[in-house]
């Protein structure tokens, strides 16, 4: 039986879940629901978690005046409840500082240690801690800040361990032949060019952290957050009864592909494991057209979000905003029109005015319609293809493609009008329009959980429909 392992990044446990990270959960999510509902819920497995062992924790629990553990309890509950609030599905939510973590991350270390592929070296070099990790002088910008963060990098030198990296640029580029294996086209490229390009040895240990993993084969040395970090997706099915799920598929921002697609591959080859199946690379977004940030102040929480549009209104105003894989911008007043035109007029309205009108016309009786004519018509709008491709945009583009559909019998026919002269005709166009509900119940059970079943219960699946009702209430 074929299996999905999906898997989100782990965000930094220090950050307030913003709507970027929300974005990259909200896809991952909507494609697990789509895998489910295709292959069964037990053969699909959803892991997010948080990435902890960074000293970026550190640095934000002594701000916070906070022991790091009671820091982290807190930090790591509101992570979890923000996505229980808004819905995610995860089967899993992993945190750094588990011991199971500890445990297969001191394993996989062994393992690449006793495979030659450590060594000890000293290293001068500077490090940033909002990227934890080395900057290169062509990567500063003018003034040698970090160009992210905007900080002067912390000049380190000690002696660390090395990774051979290095040995490894054949194999990944055997890995890369699978034109999968990396998408979209665009980061397959640059990875690949990358690579090309030679691969240096990284250090994996850091001799003066205070905070963190310890190396298995030298306690003195704490491991680097990014080796730690990348193994979470191997710890969460370390197991007897989920490891069947491996190699996983990683959805990650472009921000941090070339981690995922060039050290963490070599990791796990140099420890006798199989790479991950593949990695999907997002693009960002921007806010109105600016970049998000704390110190611009337009971070916006989904949490906020959902408390006005609900949780389907979050995912689809997000989803749809542009096709995942680019960059794009992200706008409130868009998102606002978006839900009142297309949630709440077009999908909301279309719901009720036909479950009232059978109920006026019909005595609540729902039309008969040919089952096939709901598979007919939806292979022929190509959903299934682009969830398989990840089209997400897309499929959500399909769904309102039926509504439209829906929406435009229902005016174009005057059905209200046709049900008193002509109830015969009126028969046919019902069925239709019913074919179309049905559709788009199924759709939504992918796109807009929440709201999948008041529109089944809505539409009725025996012989009568349910009560009319308010999909998505009017926004005041
Ligand atoms: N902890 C690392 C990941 C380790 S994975 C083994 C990390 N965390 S993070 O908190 O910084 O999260 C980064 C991810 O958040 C990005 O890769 C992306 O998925 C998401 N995004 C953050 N801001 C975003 C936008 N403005 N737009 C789209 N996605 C954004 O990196």
Redesign the pocket.
């Known amino acids: 039986m074929k299996t999905i392992y999906l898997t989100t990044?782990?965000?930094?446990v220090n950050?307030i879940p913003h709507i970027?990270?929300t974005?990259?959960t909200l896809a991952t999510d909507t494609l697990v629901r789509f895998w489910r509902k295709k292959l069964g819920k037990e053969n699909v497995f959803f892991l997010t978690g948080i990435?902890e062992n960074s000293q970026k924790t550190v640095d934000a629990a002594k701000k916070e005046n906070l022991p790091v553990d009671k820091y982290l309890e807190e930090m790591a509950t509101n992570w979890r409840e923000t996505w229980e609030k808004i819905g995610i599905s995860f089967d899993d939510f992993i945190r750094t500082t588990e011991p199971r973590h500890k445990k297969t991350v001191q394993a996989i270390l062994q393992k690449i240690y006793d495979q030659g592929d450590i060594y000890k070296a000293k290293y001068s070099g500077k490090y940033c801690t909002g990227c934890e990790a080395f900057l290169k002088e062509q990567d500063l910008d003018e003034d040698g800040n970090c160009p992210d963060h905007k900080t002067k990098p912390q000049i380190l030198e000690e002696e660390n361990y090395f990774f051979r990296l290095s040995k490894y640029e054949k194999p990944l580029l055997k890995l890369f032949e699978n034109k999968d294996f990396l998408k979209p086209e665009k980061a397959r490229n640059e990875i690949l060019n990358f690579i090309k390009g030679g691969l240096e040895d990284i250090s994996l240990s850091r001799e003066t952290a205070k905070f963190g993993l310890e190396l298995p084969f030298d306690k003195t040395h704490k491991i680097y957050v990014w080796f730690d970090?990348?193994i979470?997706y191997f710890t969460a099915v370390d197991n007897e009864e989920r490891k069947h799920f491996w190699p996983a598929e990683h959805i990650?921002?472009k921000?941090?592909t070339r981690?995922h697609t060039v050290i963490w591959p070599a990791m796990l080859l140099s420890a006798g494991i199989e790479p991950p199946l593949s990695v999907f690379a997002?693009?960002?977004?921007t806010v109105d057209g600016v970049k998000?940030s704390k110190s611009l102040g337009n971070v916006i929480s989904p949490v906020e979000i959902s408390e006005k549009y609900g949780n389907d209104g979050l995912r689809m105003g997000l989803l749809s905003s542009f096709e995942f894989g680019n960059d794009g911008d992200f706008s409130l007043s868009n998102f606002d029109n978006f839900y009142r035109s297309k949630l709440a007029g077009g999908v909301g309205n279309l719901f009720n005015r036909v479950v009232i009108l059978c109920q006026k016309f019909r005595d609540s009786k729902r039309p008969i319609f040919d089952s096939q004519e709901k598979t007919k018509n939806l292979n022929l709008i190509n959903f299934e293809k682009h969830l398989t491709e990840k089209k997400i945009k897309l499929a959500i583009d399909d769904f309102f493609a039926v509504e439209s559909a829906a929406n435009k019998l229902l005016s174009d026919s005057e059905l209200w009008k046709l049900v008193k002269i002509n109830p015969e005709e009126a028969d046919k166009i019902f069925s239709k329009i019913f074919v179309y509900l049905e559709i788009l119940t199924e759709m939504a059970e992918i796109l807009a959980p929440e709201s999948a079943p008041k529109m089944r219960e809505m539409i009725g699946d025996n012989d009568l429909v349910g009560e009319s009702g308010i999909l998505f209430p009017a926004i005041v």
């Open positions: 990044p782990i965000y930094y950050d970027g990270h974005y990259c990435d970090a990348l979470n990650v921002g921000d941090i981690f997002h693009g960002f977004f998000m």
